[in-house]
């Protein structure tokens, strides 16, 4: 194995960014109720799979994962779903 040490980091092309926004948003659902410590190794083993021909391994897209997981967590969570009811206690 090479390492290099003062090798710049490499550019998030579109094509592997919206794979890894999908894989984010997508492991809400294969892994529900689970935190991103408990998603995060599969996630970064799922990568392995749906990369395609990115050249990008998982440390240079699991930001971008990371985000779209988040976002999708939030708008998946009951406290941030926009269809919920509205109560207001001092109306008349």
Known sequence: MVIHLNAPPRELDEVSSARARALGE???GFYPGLTWQ????????????VRGKSA??????RDEAHSAWQYAKLSK????????????????
């Open 77 to 92: 969570d009951a406290c941030c779903c926009d269809d919920q009811p509205v109560t207001m206690s001092n109306v008349a």
């Open 26 to 28: 997508l492991a809400t």
């Open 38 to 49: 408990n998603v995060e190794p599969q996630m970064a083993s799922d990568w392995n799979r």
């Open 56 to 61: 990008l391994g998982w440390n240079e897209v």
